[in-house]
Nanobody, 115 residues
Framework: QVHLVESGGGLVQAGGSLRLSCAASGSIFSINAMGWYRQPPGKQRELVASITSGGDTNYADSVKGRFTISRDNAKNTVYLQMNSLKPEDTAIYYC?????????WGQGTQVTVSS
C-alpha cells in the first residue's frame, strides 16, 4: 500500500504563485513516475505534468512555461511549482504515483485563482 500526502494548495490572485508537494510513503519498492492531475469544476480530470524516475518531464500545453514539476527520489516526493497562475487554473489538484502494481492517488488539494 502506498500513502500520499499532498500540501500547498490555497487561494491566490491571478499572476501569483503556489507550490504543491506530495510525499509518498508505505510499500514503495519502485516508483516509475510521479505526476499531478487536476479537475476543474464541472470538468474531467486532466494531466497537468508528470516526471519519470529518470527525470523526463511531460506537461499539458496549457501550463508549459508556467509550471515546473520536480522530484526528490530520496524523499519519494514530487513538487509542482506554479507561476503566473490564471483563473482557469482553478481546480482540485491530485498527486499520482505509478508503481509496477498500479496507480495511487492523493486526496486532492484545492487551488483557487481569483481574477
Amino acid at each position: 500500500q502506498v500513502h500520499l500526502v499532498e500540501s500547498g494548495g490555497g487561494l491566490v490572485q491571478a499572476g501569483g504563485s503556489l507550490r504543491l508537494s506530495c510525499a509518498a510513503s508505505g510499500s514503495i519498492f519502485s516508483i516509475n513516475a510521479m505526476g499531478w492531475y487536476r479537475q476543474p469544476p464541472g470538468k474531467q480530470r486532466e494531466l497537468v505534468a508528470s516526471i519519470t524516475s529518470g527525470g523526463d518531464t511531460n506537461y499539458a500545453d496549457s501550463v508549459k512555461g508556467r509550471f515546473t514539476i520536480s522530484r526528490d527520489n530520496a524523499k519519494n516526493t514530487v513538487y509542482l511549482q506554479m507561476n503566473s497562475l490564471k483563473p482557469e487554473d482553478t481546480a482540485i489538484y491530485y498527486c499520482n504515483v505509478r508503481v509496477p502494481a498500479g496507480d495511487y492517488w492523493g486526496q486532492g488539494t484545492q487551488v483557487t485563482v481569483s481574477s
